[in-house]
């Protein structure tokens, strides 16, 4: 069978790709959003032939930037770790998507194509691994510099990052024994369903304590706001404060993509995965036709949405601009017009599915929800950081040692008298 | 594509360990140890051990190394106190003496798997459930043993901290 032998190599591209798709997405957003909640307009000057669109164009020029400038190596640094520092920082964020379950499990004439790059049976204790070893970038970085600020953050935060390991991995040990398994794609599968017949049967709703302990862990884990020490600019600039041009460049992306990873970790655990809330796969594959039609119409729909927008924009960009700013919008409406005119043919021509053409249609829109869960979780992330002030490091200390791991306790304990209650153990 | 990666990974194995009794740098030869665990949980990983292949990197690789590492950037080892590598006579005998004794376990123990037939694993064979399995039903006494030293080497880091301060 071809697709057999094909299938991993795809599948371990798109998990590298995926990350790095999102990545400026992510980097865009970021800005938007912490402009938004400060009532700014945010990024809108960057453009390409007068094409901004509200900013995007702002992380092209940002690359450019970073490409560009003087890539410098201190004198006194020892060259080897300081360069493995960042690559090591990209490297390990990337490796978590290979786990990741994208969909259900194709059946291909008999054989099984699971939509992830490694299909591993310990999946939860290989997410744990991974991030244990994010550790290393951040303190060669930090001691290869040979800068008393960089050490110091950089033991600052493998410090904070070997505390928080232990809550990560202690909350996840009442939802392993709801469930059972280790296996990332049966934890999803098992939260298909629904509980009482209104909520669709995620683990966040089956383990809250957990749930929260463990976003608490990732945000700290991923150094973002609100346990942003490591780079606390007011007090130690952080482990990377020698670094510049793409060697800056890749902890950056490395703490983005992670974020992105830790992201795609809580909604595969917690919030369901690939499952699509009140629809299994089995009924998805059947209704494919009719999901087929509904994406395709409500993409002609979005499409007519924003061709009304962006006209009331054209218009207010003629008696605004002279110059060539004038046309974004009209350019925008043509590519918007061709993705609904595609839309529309896809709905009138769209041909009887074969049982591949199902399985793919259903992949699809399974793909879609865990794409859309993710974003959901990234946006958390961005809305945190710019609502919470930055922690000390002693009460940092204090909630991961003194709160989070005996909760995590509580949880196990809690979770194991539920278990023995309702019998679902046995 | 099995025996391949046995050899790449096993190279990797023999080659870093090596670098890590040789190198001065005590950073470089940590460095190079975590680079054999990694390979060593390869290994495991082309033997269908897939918990002990996860096992090591999360204990071994991820959290033991990490404090070693840690540690070493504490101290801060500058040129002058690091001596240069020097075998005097009785370490290089007893040295020696060990690794002809290791040696001679594994040609052992290769001898005693002549006769074991390399047929095809279980299905299960190295997960979660078949280790669990054996762990608490035939291996529990001493399982139980382990964690109470365990249990004691942790209570005997609480008292020592407890002193400093």
């Known amino acids: 069978m071809p697709a057999e032998l094909f299938m991993p190599f795809v599948m371990v591209l798109v998990a590298a790709l995926l990350p790095l798709q999102l990545l400026p997405a992510m980097i865009w957003a970021e800005r938007k959003v912490s402009a938004f909640i400060q009532d700014r307009t945010g990024p809108n000057r960057a453009d390409i032939l007068g094409i901004r669109l509200g900013g995007v164009i702002h992380s092209i020029a940002d690359v450019v930037k970073l490409i560009a400038k003087e890539d410098m190596t201190p004198s006194k640094v020892n060259s080897f770790y300081y360069s493995l520092g960042p690559f090591l920082a990209l490297f390990i964020s990337l490796i978590p998507f290979s786990i990741i379950p994208l969909a259900d499990t194709l059946k291909i004439g008999g054989a099984a194509i699971p939509l992830r790059a490694v299909t591993l049976d310990v999946g939860i204790l290989f997410i744990l691994a991974i991030t244990s070893f994010h550790v290393y970038a951040v303190v060669f970085a930090g001691w290869a510099s040979n800068n008393s600020f960089s050490l110091l953050g950089g033991l600052r935060s493998a410090a904070q990052m070997v505390s928080y390991e232990l809550g990560l991995g202690l909350s996840l040990v009442g939802m392993i024994m709801v469930a059972q398994t280790l296996d990332l794609n049966e934890i999803v599968r098992q939260q298909g369903g629904t509980i009482f017949g209104i909520l669709p049967a995620w683990n966040v709703f089956l383990q809250p304590l957990g749930f929260l302990i463990f976003v608490v862990s990732i945000f700290a884990e991923t150094n973002r706001n609100p346990f942003d020490l490591p780079e606390g600019e007011s007090e130690i600039i952080g482990f990377h404060v020698e670094y510049s041009s793409m060697r800056f460049a890749f902890f950056f992306m490395g703490e983005y993509i992670a974020i992105i990873g830790g992201s795609a970790v809580v909604a595969t655990l917690f919030l369901g995965g690939w499952q699509v809330p009140f629809f299994d796969t089995e009924m998805l594959r059947e209704n494919a036709m009719l999901a087929a039609r509904i994406a395709f119409g409500s993409t002609a729909a979005l499409c007519v949405l924003l061709s009304i927008i962006l006209m009331a924009y054209d218009k207010k960009l003629q008696a605004l601009y002279t110059d060539k700013r004038r046309f974004e919008a009209r350019v925008l409406l043509g590519i918007v017009v061709t993705l609904g005119a595609g839309a529309v043919g896809g709905l009138l021509f769209l041909p009887t599915l074969s049982s591949l053409g199902e399985q793919i249609v259903t992949a699809i829109v399974q793909n879609t929800f865990l794409v859309g869960k993710i974003l959901l979780f990234c946006f958390f992330f961005i809305w945190v950081r710019w609502t919470l002030p930055r922690f000390r490091y002693d009460q940092l200390m204090n909630l991961g040692w003194k709160t989070l791991i005996p909760l995590a306790l509580l949880n196990i304990f809690l979770t194991g008298v539920a278990l023995v209650l309702f019998d679902r153990g046995a | ?165």
């Open chain 2, 1 to 165: 594509m099995g025996p391949l990666l046995f050899w790449i990974l096993s190279a990797v194995a023999v080659g870093s360990a090596l670098a890590t009794i040789v190198q001065r740098s005590p950073l470089s030869s940590a460095l190079t140890l975590t680079l054999c665990l990694v390979a060593v949980a390869g290994l495991f990983a082309t033997l269908s051990a897939d918990f002990l292949f996860v096992i090591q990197l999360l204990v071994y690789a991820g959290a033991v190394m990490v404090l070693v590492i840690y540690v070493i950037m504490l101290l801060n080892l500058g040129d002058r106190e690091l001596k240069p590598l020097g075998l005097s006579r009785p370490r290089t005998f007893v040295s020696g003496l060990v690794g002809i004794l290791l040696l001679a376990l594994l040609a052992r123990a290769q001898a005693g798997a002549a006769g074991i037939s390399m047929g095809d694993v279980p299905d299960g064979f190295g997960g979660v459930r078949s280790i669990a399995g054996t762990l608490f039903t035939s291996y529990l006494y001493p399982f139980e043993i382990v964690s109470v030293l365990l249990m004691a080497a942790l209570v005997g880091v609480v008292v020592l901290a407890m002193k400093r301060f």
